[in-house]
């Protein structure tokens, strides 16, 4: 290939990128496929209202399960699920704009957008330990309880990490003196399920039907009169949860 020639490659390889944004070439002439141009596009996607696809989908059966969406889980981010979006970024400390980009994703437990159905079983920010720790907290406090109401134990202990009046880490929150019977009795030295492991996943992952307690108790069984003049969120089986 003569010089000419070269130049005349390189001029059409550029004009192909500026147009269509999948060509990128080399400077021996030659085309290069556009793998690296897509993956880059993948990594820093951003789903908002107008955009499909199985991600979408997975945002919307993130969102129906955790009670923010009661839309349809069509893969078409439409206006009920840009308002889903802003409940769960209002109720997660995100910044709201019915936008979902990389923290929202994470948020949700979302991370590989570029499989079908783009969802990790992961807990973002949290060791093995940390969700092992939870998983026994749950099984012991809530083994009984609905699936729902074991998320709402996990999620009372998330909202203490959030809160400025709780210690700044998980096994602190759990072990605060007399902070949960099942640390005061041993019952958090119990073998969790499965369920109670998902249920920790779901409430390190943002799901919060508890909305935002920071206590619970069974009002059949506690002694406290201080417990009973906090403010109900939520009553799920037999706690009652509060602020």
């Known amino acids: 290939m003569n010089k000419r020639v070269k130049i005349t490659a390189l001029i059409l390889s550029a004009a192909a990128l500026l147009i269509t944004g999948f060509a990128v070439f080399n400077f021996n002439g030659g085309i290069v496929s556009a793998v690296a141009q897509q993956e880059s596009v993948t990594f820093n996607a951003i789903y908002k209202q107008g955009s499909r696809g199985t991600t979408v ?136 399920n499965e369920q109670a492991y998902r249920a920790a996943r779901e409430a390190m992952n943002g799901y919060d039907p508890s909305y935002g307690a920071l206590y619970y108790y069974n009002p059949k069984t506690a002694t406290s009169s201080w417990i009973f003049s906090r403010k109900t969120t939520v009553v799920i089986g037999r706690h009652v949860f509060a602020v």
């Open 57 to 192: 989908k997975s945002i919307q059966q993130k969102l129906k399960r955790w009670g923010y969406y009661t839309g349809a889980v069509d893969g078409i981010f439409g206006a009920k699920t840009k308002e889903a979006v802003k409940y769960f970024q209002r109720k997660n400390g995100l910044k709201v704009d019915g936008i979902v980009g990389s923290q929202t994703l994470k948020a949700l437990g979302i991370y590989n957008t570029s499989t079908s159905s783009g969802s990790s079983t992961s807990s973002p920010n949290y060791s093995n330990s940390d969700i092992t720790l939870l998983a026994h907290l749950i099984y012991g406090e809530a083994r009984g309880e609905s699936y729902t109401g074991q998320i709402a134990v996990g999620a009372v202990v998330m909202n203490r990490l959030k809160s400025s009046s709780f210690p700044n880490t998980i096994s602190a929150v759990i072990y605060q003196p007399w902070a949960f019977t099942a640390v005061a009795d041993g019952q958090i030295n119990l073998t969790p």
